[in-house]
């Protein structure tokens, strides 16, 4: 049985918090964990869950419990069939749906089927829409003693204050550029050899995903970097009234709204860095930033940041990726220095 410390040290102090708590048997009926995006907050629940269901949590040295990994529950959980644990994440539309969450409460009030216990899931709580979270917020106002609920939150976008404040809070951190390489290496380590991506695709996965070590091993085992590199090429033609806007919108098509919105995140917290004198994340678009960021005042930067924030907000889960591309890209344009006509 793995502990989930060992394999991902950085999730150890909400790890261990969990592991108190349950061994003080007084850990609340729902937690939130918050962290980036990729960083493994879905395997540490996961583990919370083992820990929760296991018949004969086996007691460390250190007095911190964890899954014995042989009880009926823990092979069932092994083999991804225990009927005591559900996940609920977003569908097609990207949020978690009202009949998602009335499902996880018949869910809650059903007995356990086979375990005393039973474990609710919310994947991206921070993506509930409004009738999701009424709902969500009846069953956590009546909190039943054989269930637990643990609503995973990407850091920087926010869990409704009603939810939040009947939930206790555990941050996760992202581990160091070392930790996230040695991790992500051990990984790509367990892939047959020809699918085994280069030294330089890890790194730059890893300069990608700021660092969090699962979404990292996304970039580096599927197609984002390749769909990246080309719409960051078509985003500079674009600024440079090389291509039309249409032809640079269509490069972030085929990535998907969510990854396009993460993008453009990035690069306007990249330009926010780099006019407060920091360094950009993403290296490969430094260039660009760096000249932009010479003539645009720190206020326009977080302008950007504001308008990705809004399209989520808004909800705008149904609008292409290719037409908020083109929104955003027409607002970066802005900030390029007019050229004056010579006299
Ligand atoms: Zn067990």
Redesign the pocket.
């Known amino acids: 049985m793995t502990d989930i410390a060992q394999d991902m040290p950085w999730l150890g102090r909400a790890w261990q918090t969990v592991q108190s708590r349950v061994a003080e048997d007084r850990l609340p009926h729902a937690l939130i964990l918050a962290g980036e995006r990729g960083v493994g907050k879905r395997a540490w629940a996961e583990a919370v869950g083992g820990l929760l269901?296991?018949?004969?949590?086996l007691n460390r040295e250190s007095g911190q419990p964890v899954?014995?990994?042989?009880?009926k529950?823990?092979e069932l959980l092994a083999a991804a069939s225990h009927p005591d644990i559900r996940v609920y994440a977003p569908e097609k539309s990207r949020m978690v749906k009202v009949d998602q969450v009335r499902a996880l409460s018949s869910f809650a009030v059903a007995s356990p089927q086979v375990a005393h216990h039973k474990v609710a899931i919310i994947d991206r709580a921070d993506q509930l829409n409004i009738n999701a979270a009424n709902a969500l917020l009846k069953t956590l106002e009546e909190p039943l003693p054989d269930v637990t609920l643990i609503l995973l939150q990407e850091s920087g976008r926010p869990v409704l204050p009603t939810i939040r404040s009947r939930c206790q809070t555990l941050t996760v951190p992202v581990p160091a550029n070392n930790e996230a390489n040695q991790w992500l290496a051990s990984r790509v380590r367990e892939l047959p050899e020809e699918a085994q991506p280069s030294a330089e695709v890890l790194a730059k996965a890893l300069m990608l995903a700021g660092n969090a070590p699962r979404l990292a091993l996304d970039y580096a085992t599927g197609d984002f970097i390749e769909l990246r590199d080309t719409a960051l090429e078509r985003f500079k033609g674009f600024m440079k009234s090389k291509i039309p806007v249409g032809e640079a919108a269509k490069a972030f098509k085929a990535m998907g709204l969510e990854d396009t919105l993460w993008l453009f995140e990035t690069w306007a917290a990249d330009l926010a860095r780099q006019i407060a004198g920091g360094n950009a994340r993403d290296t490969d678009a430094a260039d660009m930033l760096g000249f932009l960021a010479r003539t645009t005042p720190a206020w326009q930067a977080h302008e950007l940041l504001d308008m990705v924030k809004d399209s989520r907000a808004a909800g705008v889960y149904n609008a292409s990726p290719e037409l908020e591309a083109s929104r955003l890209l027409i607002a970066w344009q802005k900030l390029m220095p007019v050229k004056r006509p010579a006299a």
């Open positions: 269901l296991c018949e004969k949590p899954a014995c990994g042989s009880c529950q823990c």
